[in-house]
């Protein structure tokens, strides 16, 4: 039997840790982590993906996602959090923000986008991780507000820079799927 994927769960609310954790146990060995200061103590090399909850006491999910990076943890990470997403996590190194409520599917389907960039190139990564934070400020800010934040604006501009690389990548090598994908999503933004 194929050894599964480890995703690392962080979340402080004992039932819907339970309840993500029967989400995706059937296809991933999944460790949960009831605090910010137990998912540090959880992390190690053999965590593939982590699902990190924003707002927990002790060490918030901002903290402790800068302290894996400190630490030299960089597999793909997504906030799955009740809090609205502002312009901050423009600077935050999180790959996908997912707002709660969450169903199964998305719960299923954000693992799996994550296990998909951990084996891409840097620069595929990061157009998708600056794509999927754009796409969560589109969904939870005013066109208004996205016009007028220079947060905004350096994505949109980090973006660009990334997707003309990928594109001479793309032109050299002839055919790269993946890239091809993320491209066509993130002309639609």
């Known amino acids: 039997m194929p050894q599964s994927n480890t995703v690392l769960l962080v979340e402080d609310e004992q039932g819907l840790a339970d309840l993500y ?4 146990n059937d296809q991933y060995d999944v460790v949960v982590a009831n605090s910010g200061e137990d998912a540090l103590e959880a992390m190690d090399d053999s965590v593939d993906v982590v699902l990190l909850d924003r707002r927990m006491p002790g060490l ?13 943890h960089e597999c793909p990470v997504a906030m799955v959090s009740a809090v609205t997403p502002e312009f901050d996590i423009a600077r935050i190194s999180l790959d996908a923000y997912v707002r709660k409520p ?13 296990l998909l960039i951990a084996d891409c190139p840097d620069r595929q990564r990061e157009a998708f991780a600056v794509a999927q934070k754009m796409v969560a400020l589109e969904a ?23 997707e003309a690389e990928l594109t001479k990548v793309i032109e050299k090598t002839g055919s790269d799927t993946i890239s091809k994908d993320l491209l066509s999503k993130t002309d639609s933004l």
Do not use: C, H, K, Y
């Open 140 to 162: 939870e800010t005013t066109s208004e507000d996205r016009n007028n934040s220079p947060e905004q604006a350096q994505l949109q501009a980090r973006l660009s820079e990334l």
């Open 60 to 72: 918030s999910g901002d903290e402790v996602l800068s302290t894996m990076r400190n630490r030299g």
């Open 21 to 24: 954790r029967f989400w995706l």
């Open 102 to 114: 969450i169903e199964q599917e998305q719960l299923r389907d954000s693992v799996e986008q994550l």
